[in-house]
């Protein structure tokens, strides 16, 4: 059953990670060459997801995008339940339109409280043998607490938006007498 689960979230966010790099697809073109040339070459260097954000501001968009849309579609998913309803594109953007600013927040907070274990990690000036370690223990030890900080951010956002929605569908909806 958790198999099952942790694999739909899985397939959750790879089909938001295509959906962001499909939306900003047109922006990978805006970089000079001599960036493009560069940016090929750092882009197959493994990196972790939060020092990869930085290589440009089209990568910075993309990841931020991702994490909102993930954000989105894994809560939907833990209150619905169903995989194909969190895809829903309306429902989606109506929460997101409901609380954009604790939506944005949140996601991109909780983003970058998750993976900023692994990056200062990698980040550190010592010798490989030593950055192995730190990685180890900056993956075991730091980045789960990170998880579960973004994972309650949110959720905190979907509570703020379904609240909001809850205060305005009676002005959305139009009762016919």
């Known amino acids: 059953m958790s198999l099952m689960t942790g694999l739909k979230c899985q397939l959750l966010m790879v089909v938001c ?3 962001a790099g499909l939306l900003t697809l047109p922006l990978w073109g805006l970089d000079t060459p001599e960036s493009a040339s560069n940016g090929a070459a750092g882009a197959a260097d ?3 997801a939060l020092v990869s954000a930085f290589h440009g501001p089209t990568y910075l968009l993309t990841t931020a995008l991702m994490a909102l849309l993930g954000g989105l579609c894994l809560a939907r998913f833990a209150v ?3 995989a194909w309803a969190a895809l829903d594109v309306g429902a989606i953007w109506s929460h997101l339109r409901a609380e954009p600013a604790n939506w944005i927040a949140a996601t991109v907070v909780g983003f970058a409280i998750a993976e900023a274990p692994v990056a200062f990690a990698w980040l550190l000036p010592v010798s490989s043998s030593w950055q192995v370690l730190a990685l180890l223990l900056a993956t075991v030890l730091f980045r ?3 998880l579960l900080t973004q994972g309650h951010l949110i959720g905190q956002a979907h ?3 379904a609240q909001t929605l809850a205060r305005r569908r009676p002005m959305i909806v139009r009762v016919r007498w």
């Open 46 to 48: 493994p990196a972790p």
């Open 159 to 161: 509570r703020w938006s």
């Open 144 to 146: 789960p607490i990170g």
């Open 80 to 82: 619905i339940g169903s």
């Open 17 to 19: 990670g295509l959906a």
